[in-house]
């Protein structure tokens, strides 16, 4: 790979990266609103919550990928994480 192309994985990397962390907070803040929500509330509150799981599962995702790439590896990942521990 050229200087060029490993400067784009590193900052595709530190986006998906941020973009990751952002969704945590989103997580950490729909399950605040869900503890907190009365029960006519609960149910939708417990939606979002489960939205925001989903959009965070979805970002580690794509982080795991360009991490993947700049290891050397052509992503998606699939089973990275597994293959990364299996011993």
């Known amino acids: 790979m050229t200087k060029q192309v490993d ?3 590193v900052d595709a990397a530190i986006d998906a990266y941020v973009d990751w ?3 945590c907070a989103e ?3 729909a399950y605040k609103r869900w503890a907190r ?3 006519s509330d609960a ?3 417990f939606s979002a919550y489960d939205a925001a799981l989903e959009r965070e599962e979805c970002a580690s995702h794509a982080y795991a990928d360009r ?3 700049i290891a ?3 992503g998606p990942t699939g089973g990275f994480v597994a293959r ?3 011993r």
Request: glycine share 12%; no cysteine; hydrophobic share 40%.
């Open 21 to 23: 962390r952002e969704e």
């Open 43 to 45: 149910a939708g509150a």
């Open 7 to 9: 400067e784009q994985l």
């Open 67 to 69: 991490m993947a790439r």
């Open 27 to 29: 997580v950490w803040d």
């Open 72 to 74: 050397g590896g052509t």
């Open 37 to 39: 929500a009365t029960t």
């Open 84 to 86: 990364r521990f299996r």
